[in-house]
């Protein structure tokens, strides 16, 4: 089992907003849903941004691996997401 920290950020008039949190997760399936609960909750930002939601929540399901989906959500979202493997 791995720990993970997951920053995912956006731009609001030129100051970034930073939602992180930590997951102890053995697969990506696992990771992957955990975020999504997480990310769900989040309701404090620019329309804008919350129009891409439903994308970086599709782009989190398709995606195979974590550099695939970290690369997919920076490029096409107005959402930035950083995930680090804590410890060992």
Known sequence: MKEYKIEI???ENGIPQTFI???ACSTLDELKEAFLKRFG???DAPNSVLRDK???KDLTREATTIE????????KTRWTLNIKTLGY
Request: charge should be positive; proline fraction near 0%.
């Open 54 to 56: 439903s994308k970086v």
């Open 9 to 11: 950020a956006f731009v």
């Open 68 to 75: 695939e989906w970290m690369q997919s959500v920076n490029l």
């Open 21 to 23: 949190f930590n997951k």
């Open 41 to 43: 909750n989040i309701k």
